[in-house]
Structures are given as C-alpha cells and as structure tokens.
C-alpha cells in the first residue's frame, strides 16, 4: 500500500497571508536574505470574482496580489495580500491555530539574534535549549516580521536521541544560504530521505 499523494515529489512552497505586499517583499528580502522571483495580480481561477469562492474559499469580492520568492536553498515562498470584506487583520498568537511560524537554522543564536534586533524586529526572550528528550542541545528563539509573523531562529547539533529511534533524518543545515537545488542530489540510499550533496 502506497502512502502520500500519488505522484507527489516534493514540497513545493509555503503561503503566508501579509498585510502589505510591499513590505512584506522588502522584509524578506532585504532583511531576511530571500530573493525575489515574481509578482502577479490575482491570475488564473481568480478572472471571474465567482471564482475567488469557488478556487480560494473567500469572499468574491476579494482582490488579491501574490508574490514568489526564494528563503535560501530550499524554500519557496508566497506571500499573499488579500483585500477582503470582513477580514480579520488581528495578529494571532503562536497558540491559535492554524498559526504557521518559519524557522531558520542558524550557526550562532546570539549574533543571530543581534542582527535581527539590530533591523527593528521583536525579539521574544530565549534563546531556551532542550535538556532532554529526543532533540536534546537544539535551542530556539522565537521573532517576529514588523506586523507580527512568528518567525523562529533555530540551532540544532549534528546528532541528536531521536537518531537511535528511526533512519529517517531531519533535512539540513546545509553548507550555505547561497546554495541552489541544483546543487543538491538525493542520496543513493532510498532508505533514507536525507539529501546528500556533491
């Protein structure tokens, strides 16, 4: 028996919903590092404002603007200004759900923590480390985008408990923020789904 989407082959992006696409887009550009690829006013099943109910789930008098961009190696990215009757603009706290959050493997918390700091963006206390468990030494300091995204910074060891469990292996980090997935080749053992580099 065949487990997942058939056909699927990987993740393709992540989608968060932005109050302002501008800034937004300068965000994660210029101060988290992404880079840019495209932007579009609505697009295909949006023509008819029907559509928006029926593709989107909204409300057809929504308007709608996308950008895609690139956070490092290996993630895709589409912010999402929605314009909508009714909407809420209240920013939900990590424990409401459906609250997606974006963390990013850094080598020091501290300088990490400094730069971000440094560009206006609200530190949460930490950095707190694991003791104990199946990530023990993995530390973790949560921040946020200027409107109030959760974004994560994350350091985690080289090998960790949960290793003894299972052959399955979280994916990174991997050697740079500047390496493209054409760089990146599957590992010759289909056992395990960790990437291997060249």
Request: hydrophobic fraction near 35%; include cysteine.
């Amino acid at each position: 028996m065949s487990l997942g989407i058939p056909g699927a082959r990987n993740v393709d992006h992540i989608g968060v919903s932005v109050p302002n696409l501008d800034q937004a887009i300068s965000f994660f550009r210029d101060v988290l590092g992404a880079t840019f690829l495209f932007r579009f006013d609505e697009g295909p099943g949006t023509d008819n404002p029907a559509d928006l109910e029926k593709t989107l789930g909204v409300d057809p008098t929504s308007k709608l603007r996308i950008a895609m961009m690139r956070l490092g190696p290996s993630l895709n990215l589409e912010l999402m200004e929605y314009r909508t009757p009714g909407q809420n603009c209240s920013v939900p706290k990590n424990s409401d759900v459906d609250v997606p959050h974006i963390a990013f493997w850094v080598e020091d918390m501290e300088v990490a923590a400094k730069y971000l700091a440094k560009h206006g963006c609200p530190l949460l206390a930490g950095p707190f480390q694991s003791d104990q468990g199946p990530r023990t030494g993995q530390q973790i300091r949560y921040f946020s985008a200027p409107w109030g995204i959760a974004l994560e910074l994350l350091y985690r060891p080289d090998h960790m408990p949960y290793e003894k469990e299972t052959q399955s292996r979280l994916f990174g980090p991997l050697p740079n923020w500047q390496l493209t997935t054409r760089e990146i080749k599957p590992c010759s053992n289909d056992s395990s789904p960790s990437l291997a580099l060249p």
